[in-house]
């Protein structure tokens, strides 16, 4: 079989892709794929199971080797002829994006287009001379550093940016010299097989690259239990990484961990309110909120807190919530429609125990209205856990210190903005922050294809992006040599 999908009854029916072939599992089991804004069927996607997994690890192992010893000029082709397929299959990709995962145009066209940089910077990563010499103690002696890759590398992805967060993996990992396995989220598996059309149009070696959508569990029972995976690389909430942070540790693999957040934005008083209230929304408002580095906590100084918040309601209230394949379209379907009794629930308790609500709390289908809040405590869980939709609330703060504590007081650390024109608070705060990143005169949502990208506490551990992600996904080897013979003391 050769094809990624046939269409059968106008409906796209996917397969799995193994060893450079598109194929079915032993069990010939599909499941559906739905599109968010309308309830309706997508596509079918084919599920790997054990024996699936099995080979596609097989497949990786067997091919890395040989990859890995390519000049580095053919490996390099590879990614550009990648970015030449991206570039032709750019908006069949966006429209995938806009069916199985609810984006708008704009957020659709960022993935995209982010990949496209990611390509040419793992090519450029892979020019870089990663290793270091020493001079070492014993006379005539010196050591120097290599790096060579793991072997197989199992990536877990999200649904919320399925291509850019998965492709961000399967790139840096290829460029590193790895084989890789990809087990994409069972919400958005087309997009995930998407990559695997990318890279098997571009002409990547056979066995390279797997990816095998299915059950979690089972995929990830068998993952975890093969010593020949050597890394995981898992991107999701934090419930599931601490779950799977146990089971890597049982056989002693690698794992870097990108999970959830409850990222605060600081705008002190001096601030220009409104490029503040412009930046806050597009930080919880982009995606409807399903992003991880969400500024889901605004805090705003005295002075400019009610002007703020009346000028952020307005501007929650104005944008039009519906059907993402419509251009005006700012606010798309949540991925589950489960997900708006949680924000329900979060906003109860908050309101129930004496906050306010600014604007939004209803919701229609999967559609959730964005909402805003103020009048927040420690004691509500909205402040403490990730709501992961379009809401949002406003604390009010005396002073950059008090923003300090009320900032950190959070078990995530992943993104946190501030706004101001007093650059030394402004350092201050970045340095004082419990955050992986901290963006000055920005909001809190950022990623860049070479930066290290990653969080602290519970919002994980390694960095992906650039030379970061080919650290984690390559094994550090010291080699020394000794010029003339050593003395030994027998
Ligand atoms: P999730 O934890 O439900 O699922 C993530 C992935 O883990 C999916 O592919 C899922 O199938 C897989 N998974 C679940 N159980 C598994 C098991 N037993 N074995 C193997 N795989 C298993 O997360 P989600 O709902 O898809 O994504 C939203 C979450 O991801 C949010 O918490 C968000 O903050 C976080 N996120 C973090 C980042 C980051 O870079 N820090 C980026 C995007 C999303």
């Known amino acids: 079989m050769s094809k990624s999908f046939e269409i059968v009854n106008g409906t796209p ?11 079915r599992s032993l069990r010939n089991e599909s499941t559906d794929s739905m599109n968010p ?73 960022f993935e995209v287009g982010y990949c496209f940089d990611l390509l040419r910077t793992a090519a450029a990563e892979m020019r870089r001379s990663p290793g270091e010499t020493m001079p070492l103690t014993a006379p005539g002696q010196f050591g120097f550093t290599v790096r060579q890759p793991l072997g197989v590398i199992a990536g877990i992805a999200p ?110 008083g001096d601030a220009d309110i409104d490029y503040a209230v412009k930046a806050a929304a597009f930080g919880i408002f982009f995606h409807q909120g399903q992003v991880c580095m969400a500024n889901s906590r605004i805090l705003v100084e005295e002075p400019i807190f009610d002007a703020f918040c009346e000028r952020f309601t307005a501007v929650a209230k104005s944008l039009k919530v519906g059907d993402p394949r419509e251009p005006d379209t700012v606010i798309g379907p949540l991925i589950r429609g489960t997900q708006c009794a949680v924000i329900d629930g979060h906003v109860e308790d908050a309101v129930a125990k004496g906050a306010k609500l600014l604007c939004g709390a209803t919701h229609k289908d999967q559609y959730y209205w964005p909402t805003v809040l103020s009048g927040i405590t420690p004691d509500m869980r909205i402040f403490h856990e990730e709501s992961f939709g379009p809401v949002t609330s406003i604390i009010k703060i005396k002073s950059a210190e008090e923003a300090l504590e009320i900032a950190n007081n959070t078990d995530y650390g992943l993104s946190a903005g501030v706004i101001t024109n007093d650059m030394q608070k402004a350092l201050d705060l970045a340095f004082g922050l419990d955050s992986g990143m901290v963006h000055l005169n920005d909001c809190t949502v950022s990623d860049e294809p070479h930066a290290p990208f990653g969080g602290v506490k519970n919002s994980g551990f390694g960095r992906e992006g650039g030379r970061f992600s080919m650290e984690e996904m390559t094994e550090l080897k010291w080699i020394t040599v000794q010029r003339g013979q050593r003395a030994f003391p027998m």
């Open 13 to 23: 029916h996917y397969n799995l892709y193994i060893d450079g072939e598109w194929t």
């Open 37 to 109: 804004a309308t309830g309706e069927l997508f596509a079918r996607v084919q599920q790997a199971g054990k024996a699936e997994t099995e080979r596609a690890i097989s497949a990786a192992h067997g091919a890395y080797k040989a990859w890995a010893g390519l000049p580095v000029s053919a490996r390099e082709a590879v990614f550009f002829k990648a970015a030449d397929v991206l570039a032709a299959k750019a908006q069949e990709i966006t429209d995938v994006l806009i069916a199985e995962s609810g984006s708008i145009a704009g957020k659709s066209g």
């Open 159 to 268: 649904f919320n940016a399925p291509f850019l967060l998965a492709m961000k993996k399967v790139v840096m990992a290829l460029a590193a010299g790895n084989g890789f396995v990809l087990k994409p989220s069972e919400l958005t598996p087309v997009t995930g097989l998407k990559i695997a059309e990318v890279f098997d149009e571009a002409g990547l070696p056979k066995g390279l690259l797997n990816v095998i959508p299915g059950p979690a569990s089972e995929i990830g029972a068998t993952i975890f239990a093969d010593p020949r995976v050597r890394m995981i690389t898992f991107t999701g909430s934090t419930q599931t990484g601490r779950h799977l942070a146990v089971e890597a540790a049982k056989t002693l693999k690698r794992f870097t961990l990108e999970m959830g957040g409850k990222s605060p934005l600081i705008v002190l």
